[in-house]
């Protein structure tokens, strides 16, 4: 009995992994977004680390190597591993000037453990910077700024 079980999972061990390779096509619009910020926490909930309240910390974190997702209008998040302009994965110029821009990108979707990846195969439209949220969070949290900053702006 044990040798039949095990010879049937055998057999069925490649249909798994093939299933976990297989892309989807898709269209997608969202916004490409900084993922160490967004999942941590670290600079506010996931509303103030889009946007132009986030920009210049999403460039930072790209230039850095952090990688780049994209927030879909469907609320799932994509991580980018690669991008047609670059010849590169999960890296290049494109990644940095494409931070926080809202895009309308095709591409191929694979899913694996509950993650999903985005290769974009074109970027057909992009909106820049559409998510101008920075009156309502500031360009830089409160927090982050040092607290002899933050005594110097008050004047103290």
Avoid: Q
Wanted: proline share 4%; charged share 20%; aromatic share 6%.
């Amino acid at each position: 009995m044990r040798i039949a079980l095990l010879a049937a999972l055998v057999a069925l061990a490649p249909l798994g992994a093939n299933a976990a390779t297989e892309g989807k096509k898709v269209s997608l619009k969202g916004e490409l977004i900084d993922t160490w910020c967004y999942f941590s926490g670290v600079m506010g909930g996931p509303e103030a680390v889009v946007g132009s309240a986030h920009h210049t910390c999403a460039i930072w974190c790209a230039a850095g190597g952090i990688p780049v997702g994209m927030l879909g209008e469907d609320g799932d998040v994509y991580m980018i591993l690669k991008l047609p302009e670059d010849d590169a994965s999960a890296g290049g110029d494109s990644f940095v000037e494409l931070t926080n821009d809202t895009i309308e990108a095709e591409g191929t979707v694979y899913e694996r453990d509950g993650l999903k990846y985005l290769v974009v195969s074109e970027v057909k439209s992009n909106l820049g910077v559409a998510n101008l949220n920075h009156e309502d969070f500031g360009i830089v949290p409160g927090f982050a700024i040092p607290k002899k900053d933050r005594k110097a702006l008050k004047g103290e």
